[in-house]
């Protein structure tokens, strides 16, 4: 590689490595993911994301107004093959305080998961009633899991598709008894500037197929539709992120947030879209056309 290019592509790491900064600084702003003296527990998987998301959160922490601890954690699954030196030695090499936590969930989801079926599921469940559970042991405050912007929308059509709800990911969670609360950094972050990023940073990743497990194929024609959506129709998989951070309970059917039962008429307030009608019957000129008069309705 020339002067030229090597100078190129350092250019194009510090845009992205600002962007990817910017996203995850604003995500934690607007839904107040990190408070003062935080212990952030930083979930590894091994993956791209959850070393971006590590990566990220250690670059923020020494710049932020407020102080907060980040502590990484590993749930080794017992999965045969498993490096399990890779992440101690990644972990030391940045001089950050970490846990591995060993669980043998693996054995469990092979017995109980039928031959060729998924195990992707029950493996979650599993997985997060042990981090949970580490959590309140360390003092962690927060529980950081490296899902970004392409997870959520995958999650939301998967849940439409085949759920018949509408429910996604939300950049911020208490767990049902009350006693965690995960937070998403990487929500504005799309899944393409993170393996650019990895691949920049040059992550010893852990690829999750250790265990033999056949990926989702309902998400994984979910993420393919995504992928082809970027490419014919930039910004669309963008606006529908923003679609459920836009939400008009009364434009949508569910009795339980809109009281569609009770709709009393209330016609002591304004009249805007009575003055709406009004200006464009006005400004409308068409020969024989016969209009109601809304002047003095």
């Avoid at 999965?79 to 469990?108: A, M, R, W």
Wanted: aromatic fraction near 8%.
């Amino acid at each position: 590689m020339n002067q030229k290019d090597t100078r190129k592509e350092s250019l194009e790491f510090n845009k992205l490595q600002k962007r990817l900064r910017r996203n995850v600084g604003n995500a934690i702003i607007d839904y107040n993911m990190i408070e003062a003296n935080d212990v952030v527990m930083a979930c590894m998987s091994g993956g791209k994301d959850s070393f971006a998301m590590l990566d990220i959160l250690l670059n923020l922490q020494k710049v932020a107004p407020i102080k907060f601890e980040v502590v990484a954690v590993n749930l080794d699954q017992k999965q045969p093959g498993f490096p399990e030196h890779i992440l101690p030695e990644y972990f030391e090499s940045l001089n950050i305080p970490y846990y591995i936590v060993d669980k043998d969930t693996y054995s469990v989801v092979k017995e109980k998961v039928p031959e060729g079926k998924t195990t992707c599921g029950l493996c979650s469940r599993l997985r997060r009633g042990t981090l949970y559970s580490f959590a309140e042991k360390i003092g962690a405050t927060k529980i950081a899991l490296g899902h970004h912007l392409d997870d959520i929308v995958e999650t939301l059509f998967l849940n439409m598709f085949h759920g018949a709800r509408m429910k996604a990911m939300p950049p911020k969670l208490r767990s049902d008894d009350g006693r965690n609360v995960v937070i998403r950094p990487l929500t504005y972050c799309r899944e393409k500037d993170l393996i650019r990023y990895a691949e920049y940073k040059a992550f010893p990743i852990i690829p999750c197929n250790l265990c033999g497990s056949q990926e989702n194929l309902q998400r994984k024609a979910i993420k393919a539709m995504l992928v082809e959506w970027d490419k014919k129709s930039p910004g669309r998989v963008d606006n529908v992120f923003k679609s459920i951070q836009t939400v008009s309970p009364s434009q949508l059917a569910d009795k339980s947030i809109f009281d569609f039962v009770n709709l009393p008429l209330d016609r002591e307030g304004t009249r805007e879209e009575y003055a709406f009608m009004e200006a464009t019957v006005s400004s409308t000129n068409i020969d024989n056309a016969m209009f109601i008069d809304v002047t003095n309705i």
